[in-house]
């Protein structure tokens, strides 16, 4: 097989079994060491679970759920049930029980692969129709059957037997991908062969991965983004360590050393803002030291072949880049919009960020920075494979081979959301500058309009409120009030530490501090102070309860769901009119 001309995701597991031969191949966490799955394992146990499932009776076009944390086993079922003709319905880990129960239906799910006994009790399975694959626990009921015993079976079957997998068509769904719903109820998105493989060939020709290197998986493969990346890592046979939990993330860049790793902005917003607390934290020399390389690294004067740049990377940037495990060379950064500030800062200590843009109706990358082409505050020029134009009413459009077939069950918003020429209508604000590179202002769905008819652009105005070390996320209210207010979800981090010495605090008392108070009230001021008269912010109130993926206010990309948060916190609004 030429090395790199597959066209569907069946060909991708024959080019990356054939192609690579690597002991390493796909490593997760066990008894907290790291254990392998060679590339050959990895080609057994797709054939063998795929010869069991068909035994269990699934069969080309069913509709399977993959309802697990992201590993290898992850990876394996997947690839087994494409083996099939089956198509994957990823669900989030940690999806709330009202949009699980949903996607359930609305793809009309016939088996799901399963790793928590606990989420079990959440599925409404009323005609107990569904077959279960158990992953890390054994039910002895009638439709569930143990990833371990399934995976027995099929050896057993392709012993006797043999194995002839599907051979998909181009244009044949693979899988169906719910939007976050972070504006409304998820959608499905149906996927093809072509659509996901089109991606793979646009991101080698501008990455081009070593077999060597090695990629370090934190996001979750229910996310579009996350999966396209993970099929490239595949794709070119390097070594990929799973992270079992994201506040794990720290310590394990310390243990895997990876060259390569895709991150969502809100975690390295975290990063940026703990470097912060931590330099405030030395002691005056240390801290004098450190408060000058960061003000630096952030300045317009910037420049790597000074004398002062030498000093500040030897002394302090050097240790900023073993946050990342020292080895990092790639860092893509998508799934929302990335503060150019910690963009440059990032850069500028030579750790090396490439922000992205996309969405789940493309598969999901539309334009992206690369090696060699990276534009600091863009997202990016388009794939080779994909155009983009800018409507009249600055609207980002696209097309290109990467484009859904449409949404599931809903033709009449398929043709709203791709026109009769085949532009894909993204639904955000942008505009692409004289190098093509592409810029976002904004959802269109998020510039909200005053009753005194003036325009809110609330994501920027929400990135700039939450820079505060006090605030986790910001939530701008204004559509149809005669003035902009906000909710403030604030930080659990600095709440804890201080009740590491006063156990009784409670959370409100901590932020009921005079201190924090007027600190809040003066990062307000200072946001307001950039912004047009009918943006300032009026009014504010502190959250101190959860916000969570799992109540249904955040999006497992750690995007708000803004419906859903006025709704919950609709009393605490009106206090603010």
């Known amino acids: 097989m030429n090395p790199y001309n597959f066209k569907t995701y069946s060909e991708l597991f024959l080019h990356t079994t054939e192609n690579y031969n690597n002991p390493k191949f796909l490593n997760y966490l066990y008894n907290d060491k790291y254990k392998s799955i060679s590339s050959e394992d990895f080609k057994n146990k797709v054939i063998c679970l795929s010869l069991a499932l068909r035994s269990l009776g699934m069969k080309k076009n069913d509709t399977v759920a993959i309802f697990a944390k992201s590993s290898p086993f992850w990876l394996i079922f997947d690839f087994a049930i494409h083996q099939i003709g089956a198509i994957s319905v990823p669900i989030f880990a940690n999806i709330s029980t009202t949009n699980l129960n949903f996607q359930i239906n609305d793809a009309n799910i016939k088996y799901?692969?399963?790793?928590?006994?606990?989420?079990?009790?959440?599925?409404?399975?009323?005609?107990?129709?569904?077959?279960?694959?158990?992953?890390?626990?054994?039910?002895?009921?009638?439709?569930?059957?143990?990833?371990?015993?399934?995976?027995?079976?099929?050896?057993?079957?392709?012993?006797?037997?043999?194995?002839?997998?599907?051979?998909?068509?181009?244009?044949?769904?693979?899988?169906?991908?719910?939007?976050?719903?972070?504006?409304?109820?998820?959608?499905?998105?149906?996927?093809?062969?072509?659509?996901?493989?089109?991606?793979?060939?646009?991101?080698?020709?501008?990455?081009?991965?070593?077999?060597?290197?090695?990629?370090?998986?934190?996001?979750?493969?229910?996310?579009?983004?996350?999966?396209?990346?993970?099929?490239?890592?595949l794709s070119r046979g390097v070594s990929i360590y799973f992270v079992d939990d994201i506040q794990n993330t720290a310590n394990l860049l310390k243990v895997v050393y990876p060259t390569i790793m895709s991150a969502v902005p809100r975690l390295l917003e975290k990063?940026?803002?703990?470097?912060?607390?931590?330099?405030?934290?030395?002691?005056?020399?240390?801290?004098?030291?450190?408060?000058?390389?960061?003000?630096?690294?952030?300045?317009?004067?910037?420049?790597?072949?000074?004398?002062?740049?030498?000093?500040?990377?030897?002394?302090?940037?050097?240790?900023?880049?073993?946050?990342?495990?020292?080895?990092?060379?790639?860092?893509?950064?998508?799934?929302?919009?990335?503060?150019?500030?910690?963009?440059?800062?990032?850069?500028?200590?030579?750790?090396?960020?490439?922000?992205?843009?996309?969405?789940?109706?493309?598969?999901?990358?539309?334009?992206?920075?690369y090696p060699g082409v990276n534009k600091v505050g863009t997202c990016g020029k388009a794939i080779p494979s994909a155009q983009i134009k800018i409507s009249n009413e600055n609207e980002i459009l696209v097309k290109g081979p990467s484009l859904m077939k449409g949404y599931l069950n809903h033709p009449e918003l398929t043709a709203k959301t791709i026109d009769s020429e085949g532009w894909l209508h993204t639904g955000d604000v942008g505009f692409l500058d004289d190098e093509g590179f592409l810029s976002i202002k904004s959802r269109k769905k998020e510039i909200f309009k005053t009753s005194t008819g003036e325009y809110v652009n609330a994501v920027s105005i929400e990135q700039e409120l939450s820079k505060n070390q006090y605030i986790e996320f910001a939530v701008i209210i204004a559509q149809n009030r005669k003035y902009t207010t906000t909710l403030l979800f604030v930080d659990k981090d600095k709440y804890q530490e201080k009740q590491v010495l006063n156990k009784s605090l409670t959370i409100e008392e901590y932020y009921k501090d005079e201190k924090i108070q007027k600190e809040i009230q003066n990062h307000i001021d200072n946001v307001n102070s950039n912004l047009n008269e009918w943006e300032r912010i009026v009014q504010f109130k502190l959250i101190t309860k959860d916000i969570s993926v799992e109540n249904g206010e955040l999006t497992p990309s750690m995007k708000i769901c803004r419906a859903k948060i006025e709704e919950k916190y609709e009393d605490v609004i009106n206090t603010m009119y």
């Open 271 to 369: 990063i940026f803002y703990k470097i912060k607390v931590n330099i405030d934290k030395k002691s005056f020399i240390g801290r004098t030291i450190a408060t000058c390389a960061f003000e630096y690294a952030l300045s317009d004067e910037f420049n790597k072949n000074s004398f002062l740049f030498k000093i500040y990377d030897k002394i302090v940037y050097s240790k900023l880049r073993d946050i990342f495990g020292s080895k990092l060379t790639k860092l893509i950064s998508g799934g929302a919009p990335l503060s150019k500030q910690i963009y440059l800062f990032f850069v500028n200590i030579n750790v090396n960020i490439y922000q992205g843009y996309g969405l789940t109706e493309f598969s999901p990358v539309i334009s992206t920075n």
């Open 112 to 233: 799901m692969f399963i790793d928590s006994e606990e989420r079990l009790q959440d599925i409404e399975d009323e005609n107990k129709s569904l077959i279960f694959i158990t992953h890390n626990f054994c039910i002895k009921e009638e439709n569930f059957y143990n990833y371990d015993e399934v995976l027995v079976t099929g050896q057993d079957i392709c012993f006797a037997y043999g194995f002839e997998p599907h051979i998909p068509k181009e244009d044949e769904v693979f899988s169906i991908i719910y939007t976050s719903g972070n504006t409304g109820t998820p959608k499905g998105v149906m996927l093809t062969h072509k659509n996901i493989i089109s991606q793979l060939h646009d991101i080698n020709q501008l990455i081009n991965l070593e077999k060597e290197e090695i990629a370090l998986s934190l996001l979750p493969l229910a996310h579009i983004f996350e999966r396209t990346v993970m099929s490239y890592y």
